[in-house]
């Protein structure tokens, strides 16, 4: 494997950069209706780019920090975005953010059955349902605004959603980009601009598409607003803006909004806000209490098991860097994409989110079962409408990739959810490429093309099925010819599993003013 890796980064990775691979070092932190597509490639001006607000790198934010708030007003926003997270708002009423975004599902959806089979969600409106599967929201709001990465010019980072058209940005860098809320919330409320900003930017922007989607929550943004003004919790939002939610159809600040509009942007504040606090974004999983009462904080640490700090090491372990277990050298290369600076992280990153904030295509097969299949998902290409960037999805974060309500729960991974599990994903990474070594050593060979493989019938068959997208896979490159054992893929699975945080937000009880 190293000679073939060494062979690709002298030649082969010149067409097809490791760059694409390894987009972002370091990650700034930010402050559906269903996407537009870009309906060509198009290159961010250079006035585009100076319109994106420079942000301190992720090292430099302590994100267990209260930050620079005074107060209540805080404390309520964030509050008011919880009980609107949990609130059924939608037409019928049926569906809130927590449905797509179960805590206690990982932030994903908490249905076994549409886990293993459509995948997608069913709308409020039990005819629709999206196409592809809801990411987890956990730790989401750490991401970057979407910006070109400093590595190579034609690749991107940031954003929310699996193609990152949540841009967060004031003027977006492709015509396909969500909405943004900018200034037009502290309209009539600058005092608090200060306070709320740093709840501006992807998540904000992403927060004010499931509404309006007639295949998610189908209720238009007036009637948001109204439903909050009627709430019990209505009182939250007059602490939190310093006047009470005005549903009006008049025009409001000096933006160009309805007052509506402004503020059902700042009901998206308020779920930022949530989904930005310690709440959500515990830090609390095995690994990170292990790693703080550690005696030396190093690895192997005392608290993980000695399968899970086997794990870690593989984890860690890069073509360029193999740790050697029982006289072989051996790596898994997860950390070239999942880890805050790749290349440089050893797993004692106290705040470490397993993302590198940008978009690969790993060979994930069509998954038949998916709403709305034959038709596949672009992925980055949906959004910048560039062709080279076709079946790159986000980064997403590993923390509570294992995490569900109990044993017999099933969950879907991938942006299409064609794998069910993480044995079967980790053995994915491990032996994809059919005529490596590895898939050798196994047995594996390619599914027959004419049938449309699920990956309980490609298991059975010990076959992988051709990729969604073959353009510029990470296979065989990174991934797809490790030469781990079953053994190593078992440690690898068991350190995942200590990603899982030990708390986990419930539906808040009714409001008492």
Known sequence: MSNHITTILAGALLAIPLANYLQCSRRPASPASPAKQASAPQTPSAAQMASVPQTPSVAAI???????????????????????????????KRMSCATCHNPAA??????SGVNLHQVAVP?????????????????????????????????????????????????????????????????????????YERFLGPTADQALNPFPNTAEQNIEERQVC??????????LFTIAWGEPINCKDEPYGGQGFKAFEVNFRRLAVAL???????????????????????????????????????????FYATFNNPVTIGGVP???????????????????????????????????????EIVGFPVLNLGLEGHTGDTRHRGAQKTPTLRNVDKRPGKGFKKAYTHNGWFKSLESLVHFYNTAFIDGETAKAFGLTRCAPTANWTAKAALAANCWPVPEHVENSAIPFL????????????AIVAYLKTFTDTQTPTQPKPYKP
């Open 330 to 368: 051996k790596f898994a290369n997860c950390t070239l994409c999942h880890s805050d600076n790749p290349l440089t992280d050893d797993g004692t990153e106290k705040l470490q989110l397993y993302s590198d904030d940008s978009y690969h295509n790993i060979g994930v097969p069509a998954n038949p």
């Open 106 to 111: 990982g932030w994903t959806f908490k249905n």
């Open 479 to 490: 991934v797809g010819d490790l030469k781990l054992t079953a053994e190593d893929e078992a």
């Open 62 to 92: 302590d994100f267990t920090a209260p930050g620079p708030v005074s107060a209540q007003s805080t404390e309520k926003l964030e509050e008011l975005g919880k009980r609107v997270f949990f609130d059924n708002i939608s037409v019928p």
């Open 272 to 314: 930022s806000a949530w989904q930005d606090s310690k709440e959500v974004n515990s830090f609390s999983a095995k690994r990170d209490i292990a790693l703080a009462t550690d005696k030396d904080g190093k690895f192997p640490l005392d608290g993980l098991t000695a399968q899970e700090n086997r794990g870690h090491d593989l």
């Open 226 to 235: 109204r439903h909050v003004e009627s709430s019990k919790y209505a009182k």
């Open 123 to 195: 709308g409020a409106d039990p005819h629709e349902a999206g196409s592809i599967k809801p990411p987890s929201n956990a730790y989401a709001s750490k991401t970057g605004r979407f910006r070109t990465c400093d590595v190579a010019p034609l690749n991107f980072c940031g954003g929310n959603f699996w193609n990152g058209r949540a841009e967060g940005n004031p003027t977006p860098l492709f015509p396909g980009a969500t909405d943004n809320v900018g200034a037009e919330v502290f309209d009539n409320a600058q005092a608090l601009k200060p306070v």
